[in-house]
């Protein structure tokens, strides 16, 4: 029985995405001096935004750090919408009393910004966000898991990422991956077996509730 869910962010509440590809590509070309590609961008995934700044202008790492937040928040309206089916599903977890946390791999001053735009804060009762150096994930699930006084075996993570499969297995967490969005990957979540995978948010609905 599944005692605690802990949800990822980008690709797996919300499709967001695309807009955090869109505010590194304002932030990173002018300091660049050229184009960077969607695969160039993700292929520093991993460590938070700080990290892919870091990585692509480490010449400029400050005033791309500020300009990265600044566009992220100027676009952010125009990414108005979580996934179908989200809100009715943490409405219903809610009001049955399952304990929820956020582990993303957002830096916390980004993901602040996106649970306050969707009005999501209140569903979580721990937090745990993404940092410069490394993937802080697993560390995170652990100590998140730690503070509810329950097995690992207990708690379900859900996200989007192959890297989130990865995380998980070391947590000793069973993970649900979410392959709802566009840019999901659903042969390479596949291939490292998580333990379920949904391609709606409606039929994971349905599967958690048999397993609260």
Not at 4 to 12: L, P, Q, R, S
Not at 34 to 56: H, K, M, N, Y
Not at 96 to 109: C, P, S
Request: charged content about 20%; glycine content about 8%; aromatic content about 10%.
């Amino acid at each position: 029985m599944i005692k605690g869910i802990i949800f990822d962010f980008d690709g797996t509440l919300a499709d967001t995405l695309p807009l955090c590809i869109r505010a590194f590509r304002s932030s990173i070309e002018p300091r660049l001096g050229r184009s960077v590609s969607d695969a160039e961008i993700i292929a520093t995934f991993g460590p938070s935004e700080q990290g892919t700044i870091q990585a692509l202008i480490p010449h400029a790492y400050e005033e791309g750090v500020t300009a990265y937040l600044d566009y992220y928040q100027q676009y952010h309206a125009e990414y108005p919408d979580l996934f179908p089916g989200i809100s009715p599903l943490l409405d219903d977890l809610r009001s049955r009393q399952v304990r929820m946390a956020l582990v993303t791999g957002k830096g916390e001053r980004s993901a602040v910004m996106s649970l306050d735009f969707y009005q999501l804060t209140p569903y979580f009762s721990d937090f745990g966000y993404g940092n410069l150096a490394a993937n802080s994930k697993t560390g995170n699930i652990n100590r998140i898991v730690a503070n509810w006084a329950v097995q690992p075996k207990d708690v379900l993570y859900v996200g989007d990422a192959p890297s989130d499969i990865l995380a998980c297995r070391q947590a000793g967490v069973p993970i649900a991956a979410a392959a709802w969005a566009s840019t999901a990957e659903p042969d390479r979540l596949a291939e490292l077996q998580p333990d379920a995978m949904f391609e709606s948010v409606g039929t994971f609905h349905e599967w958690i509730l048999k397993r609260l």
